[in-house]
């Protein structure tokens, strides 16, 4: 028997685009769990290896953090890699508005508009980082050099110690 289809999202059709290799990896979230630790164990994947997307803004500017779904972003860190004063989380119900995804499906890739994106440091010694596809229950793992470039993002420090 076959693996069910997947429907390619906007952020695999970029990286289908951009000739980025990938691997997808699905899950089923019927138990509402879609917070990364219990994403990384569904996919059978290390959570050090497993990123969350996180959408901040200043004012009408937005701003993309990348960091492992076990940490949590350093505000003064992130707002200083952004090169902003300050920073706030942008509101959940701005979320779709502002990327085109939803909460738990939000990828770093193929958002409706690109905004300055930064992926935390540490992930540069890592062979290969898992993101969201962009649809709740999908991931995609890649290169994290392949994210920066898909994402024309830069790498930063951004967790807190």
């Given at each position: ?76 860190k ?46 540069q ?36 110690d």
């Open positions: 028997m076959s693996a069910p289809k997947i429907h390619k999202t906007n952020a695999m059709r970029k990286l289908d685009d951009l000739d980025i290799p990938y691997d997808i990896f699905s899950y089923d979230n019927e138990d509402g769990q879609i917070h990364g630790s219990a994403v990384a164990e569904k996919v059978g994947l290390n959570p050090e290896t497993v990123y969350k997307t996180l959408v901040a803004h200043a004012g009408n500017n937005g701003f993309v953090f990348v960091i492992p779904v076990a940490h949590e972003l350093d505000m003064k992130a707002a200083r890699a952004a090169n902003e004063k300050k920073i706030e989380m942008l509101p959940l119900k701005e979320l779709q508005k502002w990327t085109g995804y939803v909460r738990g499906g939000c990828s770093p890739i193929g958002m409706k508009k690109p905004f300055p994106t930064f992926i935390e440091e540490t992930a010694t890592l062979e290969q980082i898992a993101v969201s596809a962009g649809k709740i229950g999908l991931q995609v793992r890649l290169d994290p050099q392949a994210l920066a470039q898909a994402t024309d993002a830069r790498f930063a420090p951004l967790i807190k």
